[in-house]
């Protein structure tokens, strides 16, 4: 079993920046394939990022290229999301996500196999 959980959410203005953290403990972490997704009210899941876990492969949804960055920490067993210039669009409840065995460049809600409690961003104008 796998445990993710996401911090780093919170209230912030139009154009600020936040890194996302996603910390993963439990059985084969260094075989995961980790990912971020965006749950805005109303909207279906959406990818953001993804990174698997052995290499240096990082993967973006259109919405975000050019604004985040995915990251990792082996040490620490830690996932990064920098989010920059953030809109109000922004807005949602942000996921980690994992699927184990996986180095693909496709990512989508119904492939992750373990998924965090989330955490909230709110992006004001």
Not at 30 to 46: C, H, M, N, V, Y
Not at 70 to 89: C, G
Not at 92 to 106: E, I, K, L, Q
Not at 114 to 119: I, V
Request: net charge neutral.
């Amino acid at each position: 079993q796998v445990q993710l959980a996401e911090s780093g959410g919170g209230l912030v203005q139009a154009g600020a920046s936040l890194r996302l953290s996603c910390v993963a403990s439990g059985r084969a972490v260094s075989t995961l394939a980790i990912g971020w997704f965006r749950q805005a009210p109303g909207k279906d899941s959406e990818f953001l990022a993804a990174i698997v876990w052995s290499g240096s492969d990082v993967y973006y949804g259109d919405s975000v290229k050019g604004r985040c960055t995915i990251s990792r920490d082996h040490a620490e067993n830690t996932v990064y999301l920098q989010m920059n210039s953030l809109k109000p669009e922004d807005t949602g409840n942000y996921y980690c996500a994992a699927r184990n065995y996986y180095s693909g460049s496709y990512y989508s809600h119904n492939m992750m196999q373990f998924w965090g409690k989330g955490t909230l961003v709110t992006v004001s104008s």
